[in-house]
């Protein structure tokens, strides 16, 4: 097993950049997609979010653009950036639909579940 680094790795090997902060995303919501054990979801891959992709999310259940003032969740709009979970990105590349990837955004964790050439395919 590889010791946890310092400092979180983006996808390239270089230090993990920030992803958006207006609206605020992350796992911790600190505007990074960096991750932890408990995040099981694997908010990793900093995306630029789309009409088309916003789409898809509310079709398959997860409504990214419906504010819900209770979490402190305004609801998201094409162009806004967020950390999205790996699982659904690869689920939206299968369907055709995916987000551009902010690769040096995107935690290395995030290939735990994604290739890296299906990410660079959409580097932004």
Known sequence: MRPVPDKPVNVLGGP????GLDPVT????????????S???SHTVCVIMTDEFLAFSKYVGNDLTTPRPAFGFEGLMAGDRWCLCAARFLQAHDEGCAPRVNL??????????????????YSA
Do not use: K
Request: glycine fraction near 10%.
């Open 26 to 37: 992350g796992y911790f919501r600190d505007g990074h997609c960096n991750t932890c054990p």
């Open 16 to 19: 993990l950049v920030e992803c």
């Open 104 to 121: 040096e955004a995107t935690h290395i964790r995030a290939l735990e579940v994604v290739g890296l050439e299906v990410l660079r395919a």
């Open 39 to 41: 995040d099981t979801g």
